[in-house]
Nanobody, 114 residues
Framework: QVQLVESGGGLVQAGGSLRLSCTAS????????MGWYRQAPGQQRELVAS???????YYQDSVKGRFTISRDNAKNAMYLQMNSLKPEDTAVYFC????????WGQGTQVTVSS
């Protein structure tokens, strides 16, 4: 049973920073492309960034230059450094495998005030 646990969210003013963490039980991380997703109220969940096992990254245009995704395979962990946060970044953030997603975790709430 794979479990994904996201943490690190919070309330921050526009322009501030947060670092999200994702830990996974089981073998979900092994050679898997992993992604950070977010879901704002009333909107569909969307991919924010992804990273493959070799460290190649992808970013949604709206976060390029502001967010950095990284992973530590030895710790089955993934991170999202978010800088220069904007109110439109407000959402619940989730992590999951990009291909064949596992059951979604609870996510972590990020709220950016203007």
């Amino acid at each position: 049973q794979v479990q994904l646990v996201e943490s690190g969210g919070g309330l921050v003013q526009a322009g501030g920073s947060l670092r999200l963490s994702c830990t996974a039980s089981g073998s979900i991380f092994s050679f898997a492309t992993m992604g950070w997703y977010r879901q704002a109220p009333g909107q569909q969940r969307e991919l924010v960034a992804s990273i493959n096992s070799g460290g190649i990254t992808y970013y949604q245009d709206s976060v390029k230059g502001r967010f950095t995704i990284s992973r530590d395979n030895a710790k089955n962990a993934m991170y999202l450094q978010m800088n220069s946060l904007k109110p439109e970044d407000t959402a619940v953030y989730f992590c999951n495998r990009y291909f064949a997603p596992a059951d979604w975790g609870q996510g972590t709430q990020v709220t950016v005030s203007s």
